[in-house]
């Protein structure tokens, strides 16, 4: 996988689209002036978790003795499950905060953000090759800075695509994932089978 692939797949799993209605429905009830402040704060935790994960996942694998097919299968198998919930979303609010709360870390930064499902993507990232950790940085940062850019300008999104035009963008997102899934579940099986026969 090259930066660009991994770039993409992890901006695929942040998903700032999707996190789009959540976000302003969060900021709304925040005074006018602080809303960029908590915004950019909740971003660069989000940033310094993964960038954590990223760099302490190898060493997590090692501990737990984990070979990378297995991760390459089981994080198949992840994103697969995540991509079925961003085309058929399910129904229910996320979040629970009370009207004017100021969000700190949760539920911004972690989980919508730094979902477990990126964490688990950057785990498999670091464990696919330690040796490319320049790469995976430079692909998450990227991934990390579109979003921000979504995020940050929430609101001229949500009024140039709308909530119709919100949930399509998803589905497609989605859509993309689930291939990028398959082929990983796939790339493990395979390696397994030559490592086995």
Known sequence: MDIFSAAVMLFLIMDPLGNLPIFASILRHIDPKKRRRVLI???????????????AGEAILSFL??????VSIAGGIILFLIAIRMIFPQPG??????????????PMAIPLMAGPS???AL???AHTDSSRMTDWTIALVSAWAASAVILMFYKLFTRMLGEKGLTAVERLMGMVLVMISVQMFLDGVS?????AG
């Open 123 to 125: 785990i498999l990232l």
């Open 191 to 195: 390696n397994y089978m030559k490592t």
């Open 65 to 70: 003795n984990l070979r990378s097919e297995s």
């Open 41 to 55: 704060r909740e971003l660069i935790f989000a940033l310094v978790i993964m960038l954590a994960f990223l760099y």
């Open 118 to 120: 990126i964490l688990a």
């Open 93 to 106: 609010g996320v979040v629970g905060l009370a009207a004017g709360e100021e969000p700190f870390i949760v």
